[in-house]
């Protein structure tokens, strides 16, 4: 098995753009970890390229000095012989993507118990003066007990986004991100979560975009309470989205606590009958049905991009 400074690769675990993941036991405490390396790509621009490895190593300096019950705790990370790697905690679960995957949309309560523990994480390493920058459905675990593990602080800055429904608008204008960055993402991955489909689902990078710059998401089938606080944290413009993870939180929590009023049970019970109706005016809806499995298809391709990107 390879050695790479003082890890032993063992298992490979995934690949991606970044490079290759394996299990890695360390030479003298016989630790086992996650290891993480990559090069430089051949065609990267070296001053770009040097630039991007600057900000990673300024990231990951703040990263290795976190100290939180739901983020993934960075052991060590160095540079030997052309090969940036990074070496952490090494749990057993399954990240909320593979999760919504095998079971669908989940509840409102597990979606608040999974928001609470992210947005905490979030709020520690704010608190550190780090963002995440690169939150999505795969850099949450979920482990055996329901706690909540963020993985990947650190790498924000040198993973490609390009195409992701869950970047912010203003990464895609590739402008200068704060907390509410984060927000977005957070706001994006709550979206999935009860949804069971990305905000977004696009035939391509650009046209995802496109969609992040300048659509609206579907209509979430949730309370109004609940709309309001998603499509906030959602919001285009960073000024209308709450302060950073930890606002949104909150929010996301109350929201979700505070049930329907009667007037909004009422609209929609009315909104279930016109349904209704006009199903039975139109009973050949065919169409709606192939329209779905196309979108179906469509999410199941686009998440298998997006894993192989997170690896």
Known sequence: ?????????????????LGTVYVATHVVTHKEVVFRGFMKPPNANEVAWQECIQRYTEELSHAVELDHPNIAEIFEYGHSEGIYWIATELFTGQNVARLLDHDGPMGQEQAVSIVDQVGDALRHALEKG???????????LLL???SVKVINFGLGHIRDKWGSPYASPEIVRNETPDARA????????VYEMLAGDPPWVCSDADATM???LSEEPPELKQPKAVQDVVAKMMDKDPAGRYGDAGEAM?????AVHAGPTEAQKQEEETKKRTGLRAYRVKPGLSKFDLTTSDVRSAITELRSKLSAQRH
């Open 1 to 17: 098995m390879a050695l790479i400074g003082n890890y032993r690769l063992g298992e490979e675990l995934g690949r991606g753009p």
């Open 144 to 146: 055996e007990d329901q």
């Open 182 to 189: 984060d927000v977005f993402s957070l706001g994006a991955v």
């Open 130 to 140: 780090l963002l995440h920058l690169d939150l999505t459905p795969f850099n949450i």
């Open 210 to 212: 496109a969609a992040v």
């Open 250 to 254: 909150q929010a996301f929590r109350e």
